[in-house]
């Protein structure tokens, strides 16, 4: 069962994958072995899948950012995204409902390149119906996880 503590070493964790444990250990009272133990148990439960760097498709050249909505046949949902996962250029993959059954997000140079992908990798798969691209003009807010309440 997760509790308090491990919410808030989450919460620092997610903030920055590679605060020391004796700064987490100092800030909740508890010793650096208290710390460890708890994050192995997050780790080998599940809880925590992954440590990350968020970065900045701009200053890595990528100047053409999109959320692009695929639709396609209810039978091809699945083999589309899978595929979908397989270009480098797509960072983000996942199923959904509403307005698009699969939502991605696309890193490219301009939107030429993004006219090009579209009509020559996504159009071309079996069952696809409709694709809807939304180019990213600022990002806000860029977190990897989320904050716990």
């Given at each position: 069962?997760i509790?308090?503590?491990d919410?808030?070493i ?7 994958a ?6 987490i250990?100092?800030?909740l009272?508890?010793s ?6 708890r ?11 992954q ?24 039978t091809?949902?699945l ?8 270009f ?5 993959v ?10 991605t997000?696309i890193w490219?140079n ?12 996504i ?18 807010k ?8």
């Amino acid at each position: 069962m997760i509790d308090e503590k491990d919410l808030k070493i989450i919460d620092m964790l997610r903030e920055n994958a590679r605060i020391p444990v004796t700064t987490i250990a100092s800030r909740l009272g508890v010793s650096e072995s208290t710390i460890r133990k708890r994050i192995r148990a997050l780790e080998k439960n599940g809880v925590i899948t992954q440590y990350t760097v968020i970065v900045d498709p701009a200053k890595l050249g990528y100047k053409s950012v999109s959320i692009v909505g695929i639709n396609v046949e209810s039978t091809h949902l699945l083999d589309v995204a899978m595929r979908m996962t397989e270009f480098p250029e797509v960072k983000f993959v996942a199923t959904s409902t509403g307005d698009h059954v699969i939502i991605t997000e696309i890193w490219l140079n301009d939107s030429k390149e993004l006219g090009r992908f579209i009509t020559e990798k996504i159009e071309k798969q079996e069952g696809v119906k409709r694709v809807s691209p939304t180019i990213i003009l600022e990002n806000w807010k860029v977190h990897s996880g989320f904050l716990l309440p």
